[in-house]
């Protein structure tokens, strides 16, 4: 039993033994795994700090790249500040389908030309602007560019143009003596050629079509004032023949293709018109004499100065046109101010006006120059309810101030507001 004993005694102790180890042996792998993970966790650990922290040469070229972009960063900002403020157009009065038309206008970019433009952008039409910019300038109409209502194109009109149109008003033409005299043949093919292809439009798209004829076709007159039955007193051949005569025939395209064709045609004989957008160099009275006042140069009067000449503001004008182009008036009608002074009293009245101490000096005469010029405004009166409003003093205070603006300038963006509304009066 002794023996029995002790040898169960001895089998237990090495089962206590055994158990013992193997905890003892599970312990140390446990221990050994713990620390070969904390190893490797600070090896690893070690290893992301090595590629986070930068070499000298990573951290210049880090430097550099910084120093890039804060240059472009500072281009942008500059180029940035040359963009034009974000455009926004004048208030115009919404038309649906059903009265909004189509409307064209030759010479649009011209002194008359944009001042008819902003009238009827404003009375809520589709307007298109041709214009070769002879005289015209694209700053006359850059207040419209990009309206959706707007659209301008670049053409001559000697060449035929294709497009849809319910009115055409036909300005385009040089009207002042130095520009109508520099190319006489292109003169006489812009108002001869160029009216039968507006015609010819007319004709086809069945529009209504204005034609912008002129004082100039009554020549240097024996009737005071002129009426539209005048048939005037024009030299064929003189050196204002070009643009006289080529007038004349415009007009008697005009009513041919009335006759012939049925096109509805208004006629428009427009008087001498002041007001701010002339050419600076167009040698016309009004801006020769303020330009010459304000740069405190003699006033050039060409002859006697006792000639005479009527003065119209553009903004007279233009309502002129636009309530003939709506009258049911075929016949032509002469639109103007009928107040007539001569250029010595409208020379000593700028002078005074600017303010300035320029002389008035008398060179020759210049060949085949009017006299007298008035119209004879009973017709507009009677036919379509029209006279001139803006008295003399305000509309040349309205265009002195316009010129003072644009001798003043030093800059491209130093310009005229665009407003359209600035030269109402």
Known sequence: MRELFGGACVVSTLSVLVLYYSLVSSEVADMEHIVD???????????????????????????????????????????????????????IKFRTYKDRRRILVTGGAGFVGSHLVDKLMLDGHE??????????????????????????????????????????????????????????????????????????????????????????????????????????????????????????????????????????????????????????????????????????????IYGSGEQTRSFQYVSDLVSGLVTLMASNYTQPVNIGNPEEKSINTFASMIRDMVGGDSDIVHLPAVEDDPQRRRPDISRAKAELNWEPKVPLSKGLAKTVEYFRKELSRTKHSDRNSGDPAEYLL
Request: charged share 25%.
């Open 37 to 91: 993970e904390t190893n490797m966790g600070d090896m690893h650990d070690k290893e992301e700090r090595r590629h986070r922290e930068p070499s000298g040469l990573q951290q210049l070229e880090l430097n550099e790249a910084q120093e890039k972009i804060k240059l472009l960063e500072s281009k942008l900002a500059m180029l940035e500040s040359r963009l034009p403020p974000t455009t926004s157009y004048p208030d």
């Open 127 to 300: 307007v298109f602007v041709v214009d070769n910019y002879f005289t015209g300038s694209k700053r006359n109409i850059e207040q419209w560019l990009g309206h959706e209502n707007f659209e301008m194109l670049h053409h001559d009109i000697v060449n035929p143009l294709f497009i849809e149109v319910d009115q055409i008003y036909h300005l385009a033409s040089p009207a002042s003596p130095p520009h109508y005299m520099y190319n006489p043949v292109k003169t006489i093919k812009t108002n001869t050629v160029g009216t039968v292809n507006m015609l010819g439009l007319a004709k086809r798209t069945k529009a209504k079509i204005l034609i912008a004829s002129t004082s100039e076709v009554y020549g240097d007159p024996e009737v005071h004032p002129q009426p539209e039955t005048y048939w005037g007193h024009v030299n064929p051949i003189g050196p204002r023949a070009c643009y006289d005569e080529g007038k004349r025939v415009a007009e008697t395209l005009a009513y041919a293709y009335n006759k012939q064709s049925g096109v509805d045609v208004r006629v428009a004989r427009i008087f001498n018109t002041y007001g701010p957008r002339m050419h600076a160099n167009d040698g016309r009275v009004v801006s020769n004499f303020v330009i010459q006042a304000l740069e405190k140069q003699p006033i050039t």
